[in-house]
């Protein structure tokens, strides 16, 4: 989705979450002497969302990280399979992607499709999977495995120059923002 109007949908949650939050706490202030469980907890609740999308960066590595973790054993798979040819770039638009077939659950968001590069002098493979994916002008950001040597050089060059927002994850997996 285009940033442009993902600002404007974080900026209409944010202060939906503020108001509830506002309301319910005058709630919670005028029925303080029969105070229930579930206003306290509806409180509670309105405020934690209200503060996670004011620190959408840190709930969005918090996701990331989750992502990683649930996902990991599968998208390996998906290397090996890439890696033994058994997955190509199949789409007739791009030479690079790979739309996965529908047996495998959704491990690469935006269409649960696969960017495939391989390396033929040196036998290297370098598999994307996108985490965050915007076709127009703010970055995508992705799990990216490689056995490449010269993609590692590159991928550990972005690491030193933004490790903020890149860094490695694993042996040959990386966590890349952006080209």
């Avoid at 090996?80 to 790979?98: A, D, F, I, Q, Y």
Wanted: charged share 25%; glycine share 4%.
């Amino acid at each position: 989705m285009n940033f442009f109007f993902l600002a404007f949908i974080w900026l209409g949650l944010t202060l939906t979450l503020l108001i509830l939050t506002i309301i319910q706490l005058v709630k919670t202030i005028k029925e303080r002497k029969i105070l229930t469980k579930l206003r306290i907890a509806k409180l509670v609740t309105f405020s934690i969302l209200f503060l996670l999308t004011l620190y959408r960066h840190k709930t969005n590595l918090a996701i990331e990280k989750v992502d990683w973790f649930i996902l990991e054993n599968k998208r390996n798979e998906i290397v090996e399979k890439v890696k033994n040819k058994e997955l190509n770039p199949n789409v007739s638009w791009n030479g690079w992607v790979c739309e996965l077939p529908f047996e495998f659950p959704i491990v690469s968001n935006g269409g649960n499709d696969i960017g495939i590069s391989r390396n033929e002098e040196n036998n290297g493979t370098t598999v994307t999977f996108w985490v965050f994916r915007n076709f127009f002008d703010s970055p995508s950001t992705h799990f990216v495995y490689t056995n490449d040597p010269e993609e590692i050089k590159r991928l550990d060059k972005k690491v030193a120059e933004r490790p903020d927002d890149n860094w490695k994850i694993k042996q040959n997996w990386y966590r890349k923002y952006g080209d």
